[in-house]
């Protein structure tokens, strides 16, 4: 469980095709304080670290499903990932509740430069069965982009924006989007099961 609260943005340094596996080496500053077996969420894909090579870096494997769902296939060595390490019981939820299952990957189609802050519009393609069943963005209401807890302003039925203040900015990928770009994207579960619950009363 996360909370959408990226603490690096975190270069890769390798990577390496099994089959249809693909296994991601990325430099940390705080690889020393990780496990075998620790999950950790990659432009909010949750991930297994699966090896500590040294050097300040540590190695997760994506398999096909995870590559076919996001943008994680999409990778090349230098490229930024925001990551977060699983949250705390004890700690404060200063996102939302965020799973690291993506739902749906979503294209940049607009940045817009604000005074002092930045407006990006996504645009994605979901079936209106899903729709339905809680996979939407709604005004003002919660949503994950490459794992980003943030705030949705203009919802429209295949498409969103969200504003982004100069610390977001500075301190995750988000610097480095630009129009064309895929995004990975995780609905709000709690949206997820009142959709859910409405079914089941209306059925």
Known sequence: MFSGIVENAIKVVDLQEEGTNLHITLECPFSDELKI????????VCLTVVSLPGNGTYSVTAIKETLDRSNLGLLKV???VN??????????????????HVDTTAVCKQ???????????????VPKE?????????????????????????SEKDSFSVA???YTH????????????????????????LARLSEF???
Not at 141 to 149: A, K, L, M, T
């Open 37 to 44: 077996d620790q999950s950790i969420a990659h432009n909010g």
């Open 83 to 100: 990551v977060e390490r699983s949250m705390k019981i004890d700690g404060r939820l200063d996102g939302h509740i965020v799973q690291g």
């Open 164 to 166: 982004i203040i100069p």
């Open 170 to 193: 500075d301190n995750t990928n988000f610097k480095n989007i630009k129009s064309g770009d895929k995004v990975n994207l995780e609905f709000d579960i709690i949206g997820k099961y």
């Open 78 to 80: 230098g490229d930024l």
């Open 111 to 125: 940045v817009e430069t604000l005074d002092g802050s930045w407006k990006y519009t996504f645009q994605y393609n």
């Open 201 to 203: 009363k209306n059925g």
């Open 130 to 154: 899903m729709a339905i069943k809680g996979y939407m963005t709604v005004e003002k209401g919660s949503v994950c982009v490459n794992g980003v807890s943030l705030t949705v302003c203009e």
